[in-house]
């Protein structure tokens, strides 16, 4: 069974930032993508950020690009995401989840693994 672990979540001013990780418990991460997606309450789970397994492509939303930045470390298979400049919009459980395949994907359906996720709440 592979444990996934977000961290790092919080209350923030906006215009701060925050940084997410994520572990995994197994390393059979490091093969495959990960992604960052978030919910805010009273909506559906939505797609913030993915990587590859190398690295090498990346992919955001448009409500975050230029903003966050999502990383990995191909060794331990953790994954980071640093939100700068957080809006009130940012507020929601971000989840970390490992992809089925390799290749970054948008498509939650590609995701086999998720963690229980970690609240951010973005105050004025």
């Known amino acids: 069974q592979v444990q996934v672990t977000e961290s790092g979540g919080g209350l923030e001013q906006a215009g701060n930032s925050l940084r997410l990780s994520c572990t995994v418990s197994?390393?059979?991460?490091?093969?495959?993508?990960m992604g960052w997606f978030r919910q805010a309450p009273g909506k559906e789970r939505e797609f913030v950020a993915t990587?590859?397994?190398?690295?090498?492509?990346?992919y955001y939303s448009d409500t975050v690009k230029d903003r966050f930045t999502i990383s990995r470390d191909r060794y331990s298979g953790a994954a980071f995401l640093q939100m700068n400049n957080l809006r009130l919009e940012d507020t929601g459980v971000y989840y970390c989840a490992v992809a089925r395949s390799a290749a970054a994907t948008t498509q939650r359906n590609q995701y086999q693994y998720w963690g229980q996720g970690t609240q951010v709440t973005v105050t004025s």
């Open positions: 990587i590859s397994w190398n690295g090498g492509t990346t």
């Open positions: 197994k390393r059979t991460s490091t093969n495959n993508a």
